[in-house]
């Protein structure tokens, strides 16, 4: 039996404790949060878990095998590092560190004690996200030419991180995950309205053979929006994740030039088939990803949504604040992303 102690049961806490107590093999034995009312409901929701509102005896506690870190993303380092230099797995909340830097050290030290560690990129065990791969595996979109993505809702603006930090790490994950290819370079405009960090910006990630990639954040919109188009050579992908009937639908739909000089005479034609929309897997997402964190530590196997992956969306966000603070200018990332690191296991066992 794997045992777990949750670090902070704010918003996301008490779905992390659910989650890990519905897991086979796992079990929640310790929640540590600064808040006695959250954890007097805790207690009432889970008789027996052990509370306390200092960490250190959750990440000093032998009788811990794991810790799951829900806290503000200014924590994430110090916490991380004490479990796992007290001999503890890591399941930490996106984004994964403040600082790329930060992130490499982690990695190191879980590496060198032999502890794995999981970042918390939820959308990727989505039913919509797994057939979406699935989909693009099979060759059934045909070549990728495009990927855009809306993430804008009203509110929850934050204290300590932009609008970028607070919901791109999703995207750029899930972009991350569906497209095999590695980003070379990222521009990004943003704006502040209600304080200093940035509550909108437009992101446009740049990928070899013309491939590229754009994503609006925004936490002033008046309504929620989740939708990623997927424009494909063979057909065209829509994952509107608010939809909860028809959250995926593909388009039989594109452009053709009739010969390579068409493309200069603009002598093309326009397919414009059937439009059908897949059954999605309803498996709550987060209950699968919590059972792949158990798993590989009782498999000792690598995650999913391991540390590399988290360093990567962290190396991506701190170039969206480069190129904020320079107005748009492009940086390349290339470099960045090509750090020494075991290949991503793509596909998983569930």
Same mark, same amino acid.
């Given at each position: 039996?794997?045992?777990?102690?949750?670090?902070?049961?704010?918003?996301?806490?008490?779905?992390?404790?659910?989650?890990f107590n519905a897991a086979?093999?796992?079990?929640?034995?310790?929640?540590?949060?600064?808040?006695?009312?959250?954890?007097?409901?805790?207690?009432?929701?889970?008789?027996?878990?052990?509370?306390?509102?200092?960490?250190?005896?959750?990440?000093?506690?032998?009788?811990?095998?794991?810790?799951?870190?829900?806290?503000?993303?200014?924590?994430?380092?110090?916490?991380?590092?004490?479990?796992?230099?007290?001999?503890?797995?890591?399941?930490?909340?996106?984004?994964?560190?403040?600082?790329?830097?930060?992130?490499?050290?982690?990695?190191?030290?879980?590496?060198?004690?032999?502890?794995?560690?999981?970042?918390?990129?939820?959308?990727?065990?989505?039913?919509?996200?797994?057939?979406?791969?699935?989909?693009?595996?099979?060759?059934?979109?045909?070549?990728?030419?495009?990927?855009?993505?809306?993430r804008v809702n009203l509110?929850?603006?934050?204290?300590?991180?932009?609008?970028?930090?607070?919901?791109?790490?999703?995207?750029?994950?899930?972009?991350? =995950?569906?497209?095999? %290819?590695?980003?070379?370079? #990222?521009? /990004?405009?943003?704006? *502040?309205?209600? +304080?200093?960090?940035?509550? !909108?910006?437009?992101?446009?990630?740049?990928?070899?053979?013309?491939?590229?990639?754009?994503?609006?954040?925004?936490?002033?919109?008046?309504?929620?929006?989740?939708?990623?188009?997927?424009?494909?050579?063979?057909?065209?992908?829509?994952?509107?994740?608010?939809?909860?009937?028809?959250?995926?639908?593909?388009?039989?739909?594109?452009?053709?030039?009739?010969?390579?000089?068409?493309?200069?005479?603009?002598?093309?034609?326009?397919?414009?088939?059937?439009?059908?929309?897949?059954?999605?897997?309803?498996?709550?997402?987060?209950?699968?990803?919590?059972?792949?964190?158990?798993?590989?530590?009782?498999?000792?196997?690598?995650?999913?949504?391991?540390? =590399?992956?988290?360093? %990567?969306?962290?190396?991506? #966000?701190? /170039?969206?604040?480069? *190129?904020?603070? +320079?107005?748009?200018?492009? !940086?390349?990332?290339?470099?960045?992303?090509?750090?020494?690191?075991?290949?991503?296991?793509?596909?998983?066992?569930?």
């Amino acid at each position: 039996m794997i045992k777990i102690g949750v670090i902070g049961c704010g918003y996301w806490g008490p779905n992390i404790v659910r989650n890990f107590n519905a897991a086979d093999g796992a079990q929640v034995v310790a929640v540590c949060d600064k808040n006695r009312d959250v954890l007097k409901r805790i207690g009432k929701d889970n008789p027996g878990v052990h509370l306390c509102i200092d960490c250190s005896e959750l990440v000093n506690s032998s009788s811990i095998d794991a810790v799951a870190i829900v806290t503000p993303v200014s924590t994430h380092y110090q916490l991380a590092k004490s479990a796992l230099e007290n001999g503890k797995h890591v399941f930490v909340e996106k984004p994964f560190t403040a600082t790329s830097l930060q992130a490499l050290d982690l990695i190191e030290i879980a590496e060198r004690e032999k502890l794995k560690i999981m970042v918390d990129h939820t959308f990727l065990f989505t039913g919509a996200v797994r057939l979406i791969r699935q989909l693009i595996a099979e060759k059934k979109l045909g070549e990728i030419y495009y990927y855009d993505s809306v993430r804008v809702n009203l509110g929850l603006f934050q204290h300590d991180v932009n609008v970028v930090w607070d919901l791109a790490p999703h995207d750029f994950s899930i972009m991350r =995950y569906l497209i095999k %290819e590695k980003p070379v370079a #990222l521009s /990004a405009w943003g704006c *502040s309205h209600i +304080n200093k960090m940035e509550d !909108i910006a437009y992101v446009t990630v740049h990928f070899p053979n013309r491939k590229i990639a754009h994503f609006s954040v925004n936490w002033m919109s008046p309504v929620k929006v989740r939708t990623t188009l997927i424009g494909g050579e063979k057909k065209m992908l829509v994952w509107n994740d608010v939809n909860a009937d028809e959250k995926i639908k593909i388009y039989d739909r594109g452009v053709e030039a009739q010969s390579a000089q068409g493309i200069y005479d603009l002598l093309v034609s326009y397919r414009s088939g059937d439009m059908w929309a897949p059954k999605v897997e309803q498996t709550e997402a987060l209950r699968l990803e919590c059972q792949h964190f158990v798993d590989c530590i009782k498999n000792d196997s690598l995650p999913l949504n391991n540390g =590399y992956m988290g360093l %990567e969306v962290v190396q991506m #966000l701190e /170039a969206c604040d480069a *190129s904020i603070k +320079n107005e748009g200018r492009m !940086i390349s990332i290339e470099n960045l992303l090509a750090v020494d690191q075991p290949s991503f296991p793509m596909d998983f066992e569930l």
